[in-house]
C-alpha cells in the first residue's frame, strides 16, 4: 500500500491472459503430464531430494516434480467399439512413451528415439459408464530405462471425453545428462500422470 501511494500506481486488477498450449502441442487430444519420484520404502533415504549437502539446484531438485504436455491425434483411439478388450493402436501409445514418458523429474531428458521403446501396449474396456485403460511400457537406451504399468480411467458420452486420466507407475534408472540423476541411478519408482486438457 505505501509504494502504491509512493509511485502513485492505480488500483488495477491483474489482467487475465487466456491459457495457451506450449508450442508444437496439437491434437484432438491434449494431455497434460505431471512426473514425480514416489516413496522407496520405509528408512530409506535414496534420492532423497534434499539431504542437506550443499549443492546449487538444491531449491530446484527438492520439488521433485516437473511437468509436460502431449498432443494425441484423434480421440477415436482411445474409445472403444463394443464391450470386449479392445488394443488402444500401438502407434498412439508409442507416441505417448516417446514423448513424455520420461525421466523429466528433477531436470531434462531427451525423449526415446523409436528403437528404444521395446514394449507399448495400451488396452481400453467399456464397464458401463466409464472406460477402462490398462497396460504397460518398457523403454531402454542403454543408459537409461523406464518400465511402468499403466492404468486409467475415461468417460466418454458419445460425442467427447468428459474425463481421461492415465497413471503410469514403474522402475526407472540411469541418468541423461541434464536430468540430476547423477547421484541417484536407481532403479527408484517414479510416477507419471496424463489427464485431459480441457
Known sequence: ETLRREKNYANQPVPEVPFRLPPGIEGELVFRVNLRDLPRGEGDRSGARFDGVYNHFSEFVRWAWNENWVGVGTAADF????????????????????EVLVDNVRGQAPTWEAEDVKEAVLTKQRKGDVIEYRGRVRMDDGSRKYEAAIYGQGVWDGKAFRSLDLVAVGPRSGMARFNQRANDLGPAPMGVTLSLHR
Not at 79 to 98: C, M, Y
Open 79 to 98: 474409445v472403444p467399439l463394443g464391450r470386449g478388450v479392445e488394443a488402444v493402436p500401438e502407434a498412439t501409445v508409442r507416441h505417448i512413451a516417446r
